[in-house]
Every structure is written in C-alpha cells, then in structure tokens.
C-alpha cells in the first residue's frame, strides 16, 4: 500500500505542519514517509502545498502525478490540484474558504467547516488541526494516538496546554466529519 | 530510533556524529537549513561554526582548516559551488581532505532555487584548473545520506582527497525517516603525519600545490594521479534495481534514481521489464559494471534532471554496445513519474 497526499492553501493556513504531522504520526505507527514542500518563492497570503507518501512498502519518488488525496484549504489550490486527483480519490475542502463545488463528479468530497470549528475552540490558527482531525477519520491513514505522540514532539518544550489546544481541534476535526 | 529529518539537517547531524567539528559556510538556498542547523548545533558539541563573507572566503578558511587535519566541511548550493573552485583546485593539489555537500539548484547563472541535476559535469571533470579528481558520493534517500557522511571523511582521509556530497534541492528540502549513525569518538582519530601543528619538538612540515619546478609539479602531479588510479580501481560504488530481466537499463542517480525505482515497477505492471542502474559514486564513475550489464539489454535510458550530462559516462562505459537514449529536464523542473514512463515506453515500440 502506498498512498499519497497533496495539501495546499495560502500561507500561513498551516499546510506545511499539517503534512508534517501526518508524515510523522505515519512514522511512528511503523510506515514509510516521504514529506516534500513547495520551496519556491513562498510568502504569507501567497499558495504552499507540501506532498506527502505514506505506505508500508519502500517509496521511491516522493514527486507524484496522481495523488490519492486532495486537502484543499483555499479556492485556487481546490483548482489547481482537482484535476490531478485520482478517480474515486478523496477532496478535503476548507468549506470556511471555499464556497464553490468542484467541477469533478467522479471524486469523493468531504466539506470541512474548518475555521468556524477553530474559532469556536478559541483559537483560529488551529484550523489546519481541525482539517487533520478530518482528513485522519475519512482516510484512517492515521491514528489519534500517533497524532497526539506528533505533536508533543512537534511542540517539545512548548507549554502543554498548546498541545491539548491543537489535539483537542484533532479531535473535533475528526468529529465534524461522520 | 527513527526521526522525521529533512535532509539538510541529517545530512549535518551526520557529519557531526562523523567528527566534524569545523563548519564554515554561507546560506544560499535550497541548503540555508543546514548552515543554519550547523550554527546552533557545533557550540553544542564544542566545534567551530564560522559564516564567512563569501564562498570565496569559504573555501579558503577550508582550506587552511584543512591543513590541521582535522575534520572539515562546507556546504553550498550550485552557484556558491562554482564561486568555490579555484579554492577547490588548490586544496586538490595541496591533497587535503575535506567534504563539501553541492545541493544543486537550477542553473546557470543565479537561475533559481529549485532541484536540478545539472552540476554533474562541474564536479566530477572538474570545475576547476589542473589535473585534478574529487570523489562525488550520490545519495539517493535521507538514510543514504546519512549514512554516506562518515563513508565521506574516511574516503577523504584515506586517500587525501576532497569529496563531493551531490544531491539536489529535492533531497535537501524534503523529510523522511532517518535513523542517524553512531556518533565516532574524536579522540580516537589519528593525527595525520602531514598535519600542520605547529613544528615544536619536530621537523617543519608543508602544504602546498605549487612547485615552480616543472619536474618536481609533475612528480606531485603523478602522485595525484596515482592516487585517483587507487581510487578508480578500488572505490567504485553502484545500486542494481531489478536488472535481472530487463530489457531496458535506465541510468540515473540521486533524486532521479527514485523517481525511476517508481516508474519501473509501473512499468512492469504494463509489461515492459525496466530495471534501475544507480551509480553511487559519480567519480569514480561505475563504468566497467555499466559496460559490462549493457551487453544483454536492448536499450540504456539515461534520465537526468538536465540536459545530458552524465549520459557522457554513460555512453563511455556502453561504447556502443547498446542504444544509449536520453530524457531529461532541467532548470528546477523534476520529471515526474508519468513523464519518465512515457519516455521509456517511446523506447519499448
């Protein structure tokens, strides 16, 4: 099994970290990952998208064509990579920011309220952590537990309560989406 | 115990584990992480990070770092690489060892910041004057990498030589699980006989690449070439990936060679049976093995991420025993899986 994800939004909406958390909670629950950032010219307000691999066999290219899945967190990243996505594949949108269809029909769409759900936790930068929450119930491509285990490495050293903070929008994430 | 890495940081974490313990460079990108992991990192382990005013400048503190036998590196991306090479050619004639890592980006000129493969032909013939070699070590993952970096000081220690870390912006900037190596304990490596320490107590010592004598520089240049012949015949290092019943070779190394692994077993899945020939070492370049497995496949494919230039190897080592084809991209442009396999497919009607 390998699958592959592209995450993309404006800068500053957390894509980055948002793929870093899957690739690394896929890592610690025995899988293969590849995380690979869109390094060019970024800035915030501009486009990012990372791609991340997850399988349990070797991966070789971390370059992909086709990708299993699609988390869109503005409209020009919903345009951009649709047309890329696999038959059958999933779409993850930010429903906060998009308020458009996808033109495919041959996709499965899940709609994310994301930085309403954020916001209503108290704190709206944790709207990539809402979508997580979804994008790990919808794929089960990875585990709450491994999620938790990510980000306590991922904020060593920081105060608890920012990790409890962005689990608990994990959760509601997950939550949103039946 | 496995750790989430990007590659320029397990590429500097390894170096340290390796005992390097003196760092000059300046940020460029796509390698400033490792620079900037090499500031925080060396005061930790009680070693020198020092950021110099230019690669000119660089090189040059290398150099004279170098002289101490201790061990020394730098890191660059491509247009601080070319800035290096007359400090690179001096350091080859002076037979000093060091490491450099080129994470190359699209070129020539500033070009820009994302992966390119096209400072092949600037390492392993020499960016810079005089009859001189360096090793080129080409690693494919972030655990390669890694793992390479101790192979690297050793490499440059047993022969005197300088060795090149050649990846590209890919292999740099992206993440994947690294188990990092053994840390070495410094206080066990030997002080070379050559090393400059002060001459208390001794015979003054010298390093240098200059002999005005054009006999005694030719007895220097023999020697290099002595070396580098030592080299060739004893240091060669490659990857076969499913060559077995392939009936079509596709050559290529770093970045490329895993987009290929890809590619081939979508291939397969079509029926065309596609293996990978990866060279390792760039220089020395796997030339007998190549020749010698292209004799039975109809076809050699070289994929670059540039415009052909390790093809020219590549068409050395098969000296027309088979068709040696080309697809490439270049200028921060990564083929992707879909475009490989198409190329290869043009080749298998």
Known sequence: MIKSIIIAGFGGQGVMLMGKIIAESAMLDGLNVTWLPSYGPEMRGGTANCTVIVGDEPIGSPVVDVPDVVIAMNIPSMIKFEEMLKKDGIMILNSSVIDREPSRKDIKVYKIDANKIADAIGNSKVLNMVTLGAFARVTGLVKLEMIGKALEETFAGKNKKLIDLNLEAVRQGMNSVS | ?349
């Open chain 2, 1 to 349: 115990m496995k750790m989430l890495m990007k590659g320029t940081e397990a590429i500097a974490e390894a170096a340290i584990r390796a005992g390097c313990r003196l760092y000059f460079g300046y940020p460029i990108t796509p390698q400033s992480e490792l620079t900037e992991y090499m500031a925080k990192r060396m005061p930790e382990v009680k070693g020198v990070f020092l950021q110099s005013e230019s690669e000119v400048a660089t090189v040059n503190m290398l150099y004279g770092a170098a002289c101490t036998g201790k061990r020394v590196m730098t890191s660059t991306s491509s247009p601080g690489f070319s800035l290096m090479q007359e400090g690179i050619s001096y350091m080859a004639g002076a037979e000093l060892p060091a490491v450099f890592i080129n994470v190359m980006r699209g070129g020539p000129g500033l070009g820009d910041i994302q992966p390119s493969q096209s400072d092949y032909f600037q390492s392993t013939k020499g960016g810079g004057h005089g009859d001189y070699r360096m090793i080129v070590l080409a690693p494919h993952t972030l655990q390669e990498a890694a793992n390479i970096m101790g192979e690297a000081f050793d490499l440059a220690f047993k022969y005197r030589m300088l060795v090149t870390i050649l990846v590209d912006g890919m292999i740099g900037q992206m993440m994947e699980p690294v188990e990092l190596p053994e840390w070495k304990n410094i206080e066990e490596l030997k002080e070379p006989d050559w090393a400059l320490t002060g001459a208390k107590g001794r015979k003054p010592r010298k390093v240098t690449s200059f002999d005005l004598d054009p006999y005694e520089l030719e007895k220097m240049n023999l020697r290099y070439q002595a070396t580098y012949k030592r080299v060739a015949e004893n240091e060669v290092r490659y990857e076969e990936f499913k060559i077995e019943d392939a009936d079509i070779i596709v050559v290529a190394y770093g970045t490329m060679a895993r987009i290929v692994k890809t590619v081939a077993d979508s291939a397969r899945k079509e029926g065309i049976r596609v293996g990978l020939f990866r060279p390792i070492t760039l220089w020395p370049f796997p030339y007998e093995r190549l020749s010698k497995i292209s004799q039975n496949v109809k076809h050699i494919l070289t994929v670059e991420m540039s415009y052909g230039q390790m093809i020219e190897d590549v068409k050395l080592a098969v000296n027309g025993k088979t068709n040696v084809d080309f697809y490439g991209r270049s200028a921060g442009v990564v083929p992707t899986p879909m475009e490989v396999l198409e190329a290869i497919k043009k080749i298998a009607r």
